[in-house]
């Protein structure tokens, strides 16, 4: 079975505080595809990242860094410094073909001035 | 510019009576996809196309009908629209498995009353 779990509903910062969004799926395919997707109040859905299963390097774009662990089954995401515009319901999605997607139920952050 | 265009954005409309959500990218992209989001549930998959008259079914396609006749667009058909329909659509395309994520539409507010 294909599954994302995003545990944390919503999320409250204070600007500037650093904040992590957690991401755990469950796929038995050894080769996958991971995302993270953002969904602004204005509500278009943002491609922040996409991880391939083979590769579990860490990756940093400036205020933003992703944290890949296949032993944890983990893709967790990272803003650093949050700003107001950070707020946006944040989702974390599978692919194991490329083709089917799974996507968790989001996580809402806000982020208070 | 490169996009995936839904029309309509909002739609109102009663049960029984057939509609069609159009999607169009410019990106010649050959995979193409919808979704519906719904509160507490995340973003699930309805169909999906690889190519040109390529579908597939995605997580929840029951009452969806789909074509991919030409590579630029995939409507969302509608044959009998009940009110555990009404929710919000988005097509996605992508290059995929190529880099890359999806591009999502603007989103298609759909209510079946």
């Known amino acids: 079975a294909q599954k994302v779990t995003q545990a944390q509903t919503e999320i409250s910062v204070v600007e500037k505080e650093d904040v992590t969004l957690d991401c755990v799926y469950e796929?038995?395919?050894?080769?996958?595809?991971l995302f993270w997707y953002k969904q602004p109040p204005s509500g278009e859905l943002v491609f922040l990242i996409r991880?391939?299963?083979?590769?579990?390097q860490n990756e940093i774009s400036g205020r933003y860094s992703w944290n890949f662990q296949k032993s944890t089954s983990s893709f967790n995401f990272t803003i650093t410094a949050s700003q107001v515009v950070d707020s946006a319901v944040y989702f974390c999605?599978?692919?194991?073909?490329?083709?089917?997607?799974?996507f968790g139920t989001g996580t809402s952050l806000t982020v208070i001035p | 510019e490169a996009q995936v265009t839904q029309n309509p954005r909002y739609l109102i409309t009663v049960t029984g009576k057939k509609l069609t959500v159009t999607c169009s990218q410019n990106?010649?992209?050959?995979?193409m996809s919808w979704y519906r989001q719904d509160p507490g549930l995340g973003l699930r998959q309805i169909y999906y196309?690889?190519?040109?008259?390529?579908?597939d079914k995605g997580d929840v396609p029951e009452g969806y009908k789909v074509s991919r006749k030409e590579k630029r667009n995939f409507p969302l058909i509608l044959e009998s629209p009940s009110p555990n329909q009404t929710s919000l659509y988005f097509c996605?395309?992508?290059?995929?498995?190529?880099?890359?994520?999806?591009?999502f539409g603007s989103g298609t507010r759909l209510t079946v009353v």
């Open positions: 796929t038995r395919d050894t080769t996958y595809y």
């Open positions: 996605a395309s992508s290059s995929l498995p190529g880099p890359g994520g999806y591009t």
């Open positions: 196309s690889m190519n040109v008259e390529v579908t």
């Open positions: 999605a599978l692919s194991p073909t490329g083709n089917q997607f799974y």
């Open positions: 990106m010649n992209h050959e995979y």
């Open positions: 991880r391939n299963s083979f590769d579990e």
